[in-house]
């Protein structure tokens, strides 16, 4: 059974930084296109970002660019997102997300973590 685990959230002040991860368990996806969403409460979850299979090219929305980096490590079947210079509007449940290939698009993605909590205070 595969299983994806996030870990790394918590509170944060504004201005600060985390640091995400997300361990795959119970198959390799060195394959596969790997993720994060967010979703903040009364919104839909979107995008964040994502990173092909060899981690050679990273897509970031345009409200994370320049301040979040995504990458990841084949060996330990695991993708981390560093979030520098956050701020209150990056407060949302992230999840971390396995693909066929890169994409913005939810529904291109099979399997999904539970998420873990980020919270910005100003």
């Known amino acids: 059974q595969v299983e994806l685990a996030e870990s790394g959230g918590g509170l944060v002040q504004a201005g600060g930084f985390l640091s995400l991860s997300c361990a795959v368990s119970?198959?390799?996806?060195?394959?596969?296109?790997m993720a994060w969403f967010r979703q903040a409460p009364g919104k839909e979850r979107e995008f964040v970002a994502a990173i092909n299979w060899s981690g050679t090219i990273p897509y970031y929305a345009d409200s994370v660019k320049g301040r979040f980096t995504i990458s990841r490590e084949n060996a330990k079947n695991t993708v981390y997102l560093q979030m520098d210079s956050l701020i209150p509007e990056d407060t949302a449940v992230y999840y971390c997300a396995v693909g066929v290939q890169l994409s913005t698009a939810r529904g291109r993605y099979n399997y999904w973590g539970q998420g873990t909590q980020v919270a910005v205070s100003t």
């Open positions: 119970g198959r390799t996806f060195s394959n596969n296109a």
